[in-house]
């Protein structure tokens, strides 16, 4: 079984900077994509950005160089650095383990960033 366990989200002010990390455990062979989604209230849910093994394959528009995706792949662990932050980024923030074609993927709990205007 795989877990996921993130941390380091919170309240920010407008402007302001946070980084999530996603650390993963179990057996993840063979789960080379880590990446980041939210969810707003109301709202479906988003990917906001993917890494393949060490390197950033996509972005979402609304984030492009103000979010980067990073992985320490001896660790399994992802991070998103967040700056600029808006209120608009407010929502549940989730990590994603999975295999290229997503045939086996795992979900973390979710950590809240809420950023105040």
Same mark, same amino acid.
């Given at each position: 079984? /795989?877990?996921? *366990?993130?941390?380091?989200?919170?309240?920010?002010?407008?402007?302001? $900077?946070?980084?999530?990390?996603? *650390? *993963?455990?179990?057996?993840?062979?063979?789960?080379?994509?880590?990446?980041?989604?939210?969810?707003? !209230?109301?709202? $479906?849910?988003?990917? /906001?950005?993917?890494?393949?093994?060490?390197? !950033?394959?996509?972005?979402?528009?609304?984030?492009?160089?103000?979010?980067?995706?990073?992985?320490?792949? *001896?660790?399994?662990?992802?991070?998103?650095?967040?700056?600029?932050?808006? !209120?608009?980024?407010?929502?549940? %923030? %989730?990590?994603?383990?999975?295999?290229?074609?997503?045939? /086996?993927?795992?979900?973390?709990?979710?950590?809240?960033?809420?950023? $105040?205007?």
């Amino acid at each position: 079984q /795989v877990h996921l *366990a993130e941390s380091g989200g919170g309240l920010v002010q407008a402007g302001g $900077s946070l980084t999530l990390a996603c *650390a *993963a455990t179990g057996i993840t062979r063979g789960l080379d994509i880590m990446g980041w989604y939210r969810q707003a !209230p109301g709202k $479906s849910r988003e990917l /906001v950005a993917e890494v393949q093994g060490n390197r !950033p394959t996509a972005y979402a528009n609304s984030v492009r160089s103000r979010f980067t995706i990073s992985r320490d792949v *001896a660790k399994n662990t992802a991070y998103l650095q967040m700056n600029s932050l808006r !209120p608009e980024d407010t929502a549940l %923030y %989730y990590c994603n383990l999975r295999t290229s074609i997503a045939a /086996v993927q795992y979900w973390g709990q979710g950590i809240q960033v809420t950023v $105040s205007s």
